[in-house]
């Protein structure tokens, strides 16, 4: 690792900027025009490392130095359709929004194709469907062909994972004791049930990720992330195949055939499983030969640039950014091994995953995993989440009647959405004299589970719901009903951590990516309601560094995953509690609030585990 970090001290704080400052908080692109960050180009030597990400609305490609600086990134918006449960994507789309994004980024970054000397690929975790050429075949009603990826927040497949679950498999263990309809066999098992002739044609199943590399080098060995956290390979297979200075890819014998025959999917442990993959790798393991000729022509770079294996999209913000924290000083070196167990990454965005290693597996009730691998080698992961988040704060805001009116305000102050309700609550809290912003909600607040309840209730039907909506229709109200899903938001990240800690982590540091991470009310309210400090990193593209990083591994710049974290993470902002800075009242507010969320889960019926437990920890 080049140089010390930061101490903690030396971050920039988080709560000296005003709620007002003036960025852009929206978590993705609803843009046709490509968004562009450029820096001062610098020597033409340099070695430069790509990321790629694909998240559920854009395609975006970020370019960075030996240090881990964005020297440019683009965007260009992808294609989806949503009807009922069911949200579909074409790959083919997909791929030429990549190519457009890496083309706009080197241009304006003025990174010639040669100076890439690494590439990686990050997507959500979608399903692609494609034939023996590589065509797609359509898993939509509609039987259009374009729509070939059932995308992750697709719940048509409720059925299917709750079939599935009752089968009590010992694979579901590793996935919190239950499948979401949001993983890959219950969608796999749904196709099959619903489209014969679609399924008669696939002839490989992938992960949108590993399809992203897979189209990039013609090398179909899948990730251990991908396999291990959305379709029951159990990873912990290859323990003992591990070895940091050798990596290669591996066959797959992490399978459980008894499983696939039991839910009904027998036919795809045909051909050593060559349909879900037979050979899996690490994370950042170099593919095939690098680009083919024909891929590094549709981007504009160099035949043969090293590729790396590739992440799930919130897996690859964690590798971005969970060795950002600051260390007081260089003899704290040595304990980063366990330092790195008390952290939990949040990558918010459309949803929020929350994601926490230790050293020793956990079994988590509703909480994924362990999963062995999936993100850090050698150590296991546990990934909580929330299904919507950025999507429920776009919901809550466009369909409430001063929204149009509120979007036209932003449009002509030159302000995002999101910047002109902080100045509102702002004006509020100045107007009524309040001692402090989160006092505004004492008497509204949101249920957040609209899209259901990944953790850890693991329950896809839950529903949402508001407590103290009146017949006001003001901007103001709007903006005080976004300050109440906020801070929904974050009790259930607050309920996620503690019944996580109760389970054997320690988790005491969180730290933030991603599009609301831009947001300093949602990450403020954070600090507030969770009560621990929350560091955000420096280059604010977690995602694309984590991408990033990948192709850095298998360039061979650094011999592991965890030695390129190190090198090429960094702190920045560092948000503390207000109660930390001595605000009266705000922990009776926390309190209070998470109370009326417990009674608000009471009325809605559900006497779960989670009622009590938050009963029990803010029933003051």
């Not at 947001?519 to 969770?530: K, R, S, T, Y």
Request: proline share 5%.
């Amino acid at each position: 690792m080049s140089g010390a970090r930061r101490a903690w001290s030396d971050a920039t704080p988080l709560l000296s900027q005003q709620l007002h400052r003036s960025s852009t908080y929206s978590n993705r692109s609803s843009s046709a025009a490509v968004s562009v960050e450029m820096a001062t180009a610098t020597s033409p030597l340099r070695s430069v490392f790509l990321g790629v990400d694909v998240g559920t609305g854009s395609a975006r490609a970020g370019l960075f130095d030996e240090n881990g600086k964005l020297l440019g990134s683009a965007s260009s918006p992808i294609q989806i359709w949503k009807e009922g449960d069911c949200v579909e994507q074409s790959s083919t789309d997909i791929w030429h929004a990549i190519c457009a994004a890496v083309k706009t980024a080197c241009s304006l970054a003025n990174v010639a194709g040669q100076e890439v000397a690494g590439l990686g690929f990050a997507a959500t975790c979608s399903l692609v469907a494609v034939d023996a050429d590589g065509s797609p075949v359509t898993v939509s009603w509609s039987s259009d062909s374009r729509r070939n990826i059932i995308v992750w927040m697709d719940h048509r497949a409720v059925k299917q994972a709750e079939r599935i679950n009752s089968c009590n498999s010992p694979v579901l263990q590793y996935c919190g004791g239950s499948l979401s309809p949001e993983m890959q066999p219950p969608k796999l098992l749904w196709v099959k049930e619903n489209l014969q002739e679609s399924w008669s044609m696939v002839f490989r199943w992938m992960d949108l990720s590993d399809w992203l590399s897979y189209r990039a080098t013609g090398d179909d060995t899948r990730s251990l992330c991908t396999t291990v956290c959305k379709w029951t390979y159990l990873g912990h297979a290859h323990m003992q195949q591990f070895n940091e200075k050798d990596s290669r890819d591996m066959e797959a014998c992490g399978w459980d055939d008894d499983f696939w025959e039991e839910i009904g999917l027998g036919d795809l442990v045909d051909g050593h499983h060559a349909k879900i993959g037979r050979s899996v790798a690490f994370p950042g393991h170099p593919l095939g030969s690098g680009l083919t000729p024909t891929a590094a022509k549709e981007l504009g770079l160099v035949a043969g640039t090293p590729v790396g294996t590739s992440l799930i999209d919130a897996h690859a913000g964690g590798v971005g950014i969970m060795e950002s924290v600051p260390v007081l000083d260089s003899k704290t070196e040595g304990y980063d091994d366990e330092a790195i167990c008390h952290r939990m990454a949040l990558v918010c965005g459309t949803s929020t995953c929350h994601m926490a290693i230790s050293r020793n597996k956990m079994f988590i009730p509703g909480v994924w995993g362990p999963f062995w691998s999936a993100m850090v080698p050698e150590y296991w992961l546990t990934e909580g989440g929330q299904s919507a988040t950025g999507a429920l704060l776009d919901h809550i805001i466009e369909n409430h009647v001063a929204s149009p009116h509120l979007a036209n305000r932003a449009a002509s102050q030159n302000v995002s959405l999101f910047e002109l309700l902080n100045k509102i609550l702002e004006s509020i809290v100045h107007d009524l004299k309040s001692p402090f912003l989160a006092a505004l909600t004492e008497n509204i607040h949101v249920l957040p589970d609209f899209h259901g309840n990944r953790s850890p209730i693991a329950d896809p039907k839950a529903k949402g719901m508001v407590c103290g909506l009146t017949l006001d229709t003001s901007e103001k109200q709007l903006a005080l009903l976004y300050l109440a899903t906020v801070q929904g938001i974050a009790y259930g990240t607050r309920h996620i951590v503690e019944h996580c800690n109760a389970q054997g982590h320690k988790i005491d540091t969180l730290l933030a990516c991603g599009g609301l991470a831009k947001n300093p009310l949602f990450i403020q309210e954070h600090a507030d309601v969770i009560g621990c400090p929350i560091v955000l990193p420096r280059e604010s593209e977690s995602v694309l560094l984590g991408a990033a990083i990948l192709g850095a591994v298998a360039a061979k710049k650094y011999s592991t995953l965890n030695e390129a974290m190190k090198a090429l993470n960094a702190a920045g902002q560092l948000g503390r509690p207000a109660c930390s800075k001595g605000s009266p009242g705000t922990p009776k507010l926390v309190h209070r609030g998470w109370y009326m969320h417990a009674v608000m889960l009471l009325k809605a019926g559900d006497n779960g585990p989670r009622s009590s437990t938050i009963i029990n920890n803010g029933g003051g």
